[in-house]
């Protein structure tokens, strides 16, 4: 009965579709166990017994441990994996940064170029602007110098032509 028992409990793991394909070695001893208690006499029955329950104890739970040593692994790699994902997604978000940095670095640079260029006209302009205001000057300073001749000059004659009247009325009156 026990035989019976320990076979299925063997067959049980063998057709287990995640564990059968590991401790295959331990289940080979399991059934040689298996085996010697099937075969052991009565004074031997109870050490057989505990021995093919621990082989088959111990293939079952080397399965397990296999398995889980797999899925550790995979497991493993899958967190590897989904860090180096998250490292290329760093990266690529840091050079998409960087471009964008790079622009607003060359669009402050080609502003900064624009500015000088209307900084420089603004100041050839406010340099002519100032030459024409002397001219203007200089002008302004003619025209009053002609204006203030004409002034005289029409002084001067407001004072011939006042010479002459009286001259003419002192010829008259003689």
């Known amino acids: 009965?026990?035989?019976?028992?320990?076979?299925?409990?063997l067959d049980q793991l063998a057709r287990d579709p995640a564990l059968s394909g590991y401790a295959q070695a331990e289940q080979a001893r399991a059934r040689d166990a298996i085996g010697r208690l099937?075969?052991?006499?009565?004074r031997d029955r109870a050490q057989a017994l505990y021995i093919a329950e621990r082989r088959v104890d111990l293939a079952k739970a080397t399965a397990q441990l296999q398995e889980a040593q797999l899925k550790?692994?995979?497991?493993?790699?899958?967190?590897?994996?989904?860090?180096?994902?998250?490292?290329?997604?760093?990266?690529?978000a840091a050079r998409r940064e960087l471009d964008r940095q790079r622009m607003q670095y060359q669009m402050a640079q080609e502003e900064a170029a624009r500015l000088q260029q209307e900084g420089a006209a603004a100041q050839a302009q406010a340099v002519?602007?100032?030459?024409?205001?002397?001219?203007?000057?200089?002008?302004?300073?003619?025209?009053a110098k002609v204006a203030n001749a004409a002034k005289r000059q029409a002084d001067l004659a407001t004072q011939a032509a006042k010479a002459m009247r009286s001259q003419m009325q002192g010829d008259s009156g003689k």
């Open 128 to 143: 002519q602007a100032q030459a024409q205001a002397d001219q203007a000057k200089k002008l302004a300073a003619a025209q």
């Open 72 to 92: 550790v692994n995979q497991l493993d790699r899958e967190h590897d994996q989904i860090q180096l994902d998250g490292t290329r997604r760093e990266v690529e």
């Open 38 to 42: 099937a075969q052991a006499r009565s």
């Open 1 to 9: 009965m026990d035989v019976a028992r320990l076979n299925s409990s």
